[in-house]
C-alpha cells in the first residue's frame, strides 16, 4: 500500500473519528485531536490553499493523515471499534459542508497575518 492509499484509507475514518469525538468515555486528550481532525477535514479552506504547486496538497497527503494516526491512536480500542461500526454508513452522502469548520483555519490565517504584520512593523 502506497502513502496515497494509506492517506485515502485514513480519510475515509475521519466519520469513526467524529463519532468516537462524541462518545463519553473517549478520554480528553482523545477528544481534543478527534476534535482537530474533524475540523480540519470538514474545513473547506485548507491550512495551504490547493493552487500552491506541490505544497497545496501537502495537508492531504500529510497533514490530515498524521492528525488521523495520531488521534486514532489516542482513542481506546473498544471505543474505536465502536466508532467505526456506527459511522459505516454515517457520511454516505457526501461529508457535511458547514462552515464553521473552516473557524480553526481562518483563526490561524489571521495569527500569521497578525505576526507578519507586527514584524514588520518592528523591522520599519
Same mark, same amino acid.
Do not use: N, Q
Given at each position: 500500500?502506497?502513502?496515497?492509499?494509506? &492517506?485515502?484509507?485514513? #480519510?475515509?475514518? !475521519?466519520?469513526?473519528?467524529?463519532?468516537?469525538?462524541?462518545?463519553?468515555? $473517549?478520554? *480528553? $486528550?482523545?477528544?481534543?485531536?478527534?476534535?482537530? $481532525?474533524?475540523?480540519?477535514?470538514?474545513?473547506? !479552506?485548507?491550512? %495551504?490553499?490547493?493552487?500552491?504547486? *506541490?505544497?497545496?496538497?501537502?495537508?492531504d497527503i500529510v497533514i490530515l493523515?498524521?492528525? &488521523?494516526? *495520531? $488521534?486514532?491512536?489516542?482513542i481506546p480500542k473498544d471505543i474505536?471499534? #465502536?466508532?467505526? !461500526?456506527?459511522?459505516?454508513?454515517? =457520511?454516505?452522502?457526501? #461529508?457535511?459542508?458547514? =462552515?464553521?469548520?473552516?473557524?480553526? !483555519?481562518?483563526? %490561524? =490565517?489571521?495569527?500569521?497575518?497578525?505576526?507578519?504584520?507586527?514584524?514588520?512593523?518592528?523591522?520599519?
Amino acid at each position: 500500500m502506497d502513502i496515497k492509499e494509506k &492517506a485515502r484509507k485514513l #480519510k475515509k475514518e !475521519i466519520p469513526a473519528i467524529f463519532i468516537a469525538l462524541k462518545d463519553k468515555d $473517549t478520554p *480528553v $486528550t482523545a477528544k481534543i485531536f478527534a476534535a482537530l $481532525t474533524v475540523a480540519y477535514a470538514l474545513s473547506p !479552506i485548507d491550512l %495551504i490553499p490547493d493552487f500552491i504547486p *506541490v505544497l497545496g496538497y501537502l495537508d492531504d497527503i500529510v497533514i490530515l493523515p498524521i492528525l &488521523a494516526t *495520531v $488521534t486514532i491512536k489516542l482513542i481506546p480500542k473498544d471505543i474505536w471499534e #465502536k466508532s467505526k !461500526i456506527k459511522s459505516e454508513h454515517l =457520511w454516505d452522502g457526501g #461529508k457535511p459542508k458547514k =462552515w464553521y469548520f473552516a473557524l480553526p !483555519i481562518i483563526l %490561524i =490565517w489571521i495569527l500569521a497575518a497578525v505576526l507578519i504584520i507586527r514584524a514588520l512593523c518592528r523591522a520599519i
